[in-house]
């Protein structure tokens, strides 16, 4: 992920000293632009994000605790800057249970992100609302992958080479019981990434009999890991710069990252693959031509998949498919990369 603000601002926190257990200290820092909320350490060295909310409504709401995530809301803390007095005050304290590396940099930069969702000076039911959100995407990082890495990338890839990479997230993973990689007004579009130099791929029945009226398209690319390529981190910090005027779109691209990697975050996001060997193979076919079980399917059949290589079909050029549905231009990449 790439840097944000509260993560240069943690680094430079030393943990507060100081024997009275019985005290909730925290050594903070503010966070610049903003009144209600402090980056800061507890004893421990976890990191914490401390909020104070506009209003009181008088109902306390109930802690979170997750594995690598808790929150206590209006906590009754003690707070220690370096060179002013202690400060005592009710703040909401989001806490990162671990002291792995990237799981702190991931949520400093979830953090950041809700910061531009909730803006200064936030109710309580807007902060109650973005920490639960918060809490999803942590619950999702402990639960195992739920997709392989390849085709994360392969999706990853298409939105980070895309003409509007904030359209592309917007059309991405609309529902996790989606049949489509990507989809938006009557385009379908499905990424499907080989490892191998061939265009093997496995498709389900419904991507090769999509909805009548729709331009169901898939994007086939050859998948690599190269030392001189680009890690996953990387590429994802790129398409969260490219999307940084959208709040809510960067914190879509973190929820889909976090289901899909779920516990191996931490590894999965240092993998590095050949974007060269990406862009060079990227191709796109009709889902109408890709050889396929069509027709009817016998009563009491489901969840039908098939392998087929696509090689022999006809590759669709941008401006053939553009011509199909203009909504191409925004999710196709626009030549150049």
Not at 85 to 114: A, H, K, N, P, Q
Not at 235 to 247: D, K, N, R, V
Not at 310 to 332: M, N, Q, Y
Request: net charge neutral.
């Amino acid at each position: 992920m790439m840097g944000t603000r509260l993560e240069g601002v943690f680094e430079a926190i030393a943990p507060p000293q100081g024997t009275d257990l019985d005290k909730p200290i925290y050594a903070v820092m503010p966070v610049s632009g903003y009144d209600s909320y402090f980056i800061g350490k507890d004893r421990e060295g976890h990191a914490c994000l401390l909020v104070v909310t506009a209003d009181s409504s008088g109902h306390l709401q109930s802690p979170i605790r997750l594995e690598n995530l808790d929150v206590q809301f209006e906590l009754r803390c003690h707070l220690r800057r370096k060179g002013d007095v202690e400060r005592v005050g009710t703040f909401t304290v989001i806490r990162c249970r671990s002291l792995d590396d990237e799981t702190v940099r991931y949520f400093l930069s979830v953090c950041d992100t809700i910061l531009g969702i909730v803006g200064d000076k936030p109710k309580q039911r807007e902060l109650a609302s973005a920490v639960h959100r918060l809490a999803a995407i942590f619950q999702k990082l402990q639960r195992p992958p739920s997709r392989p890495i390849n085709g994360l990338f392969g999706e990853l890839y298409l939105i980070w080479r895309s003409a509007n990479p904030s359209r592309s997230v917007q059309a991405w993973r609309v529902d996790e019981m989606a049949r489509f990689d990507f989809a938006a007004g009557n385009v379908r579009l499905d990424v499907k990434a080989a490892s191998g130099r061939v265009r093997s791929h496995t498709f389900s029945y419904e991507q090769c009999n999509p909805p009548p009226g729709t331009v169901a398209v898939v994007a086939s690319l050859f998948v690599e890991r190269s030392p001189g390529g680009m890690s996953l981190r990387s590429m994802i910090g790129e398409i969260e710069t490219g999307i940084s005027a959208f709040p809510d779109l960067v914190i879509k691209l973190r929820e889909v990252v976090a289901s899909t990697l779920g516990s191996s975050l931490s590894e999965g996001l240092g993998i590095v693959f050949d974007t060269k060997l990406a862009d060079s193979s990227l191709s796109f076919y009709s889902l109408a031509d890709v050889p396929a079980i069509r027709g009817t399917v016998p009563p009491g059949v489901s969840d039908v998949h098939f392998r087929s290589d696509v090689s022999g079909s006809l590759a669709l050029t941008r401006g053939s498919l553009i011509a199909h549905d203009p909504l191409f231009a925004e999710l196709l990449p626009d030549g150049r990369a």
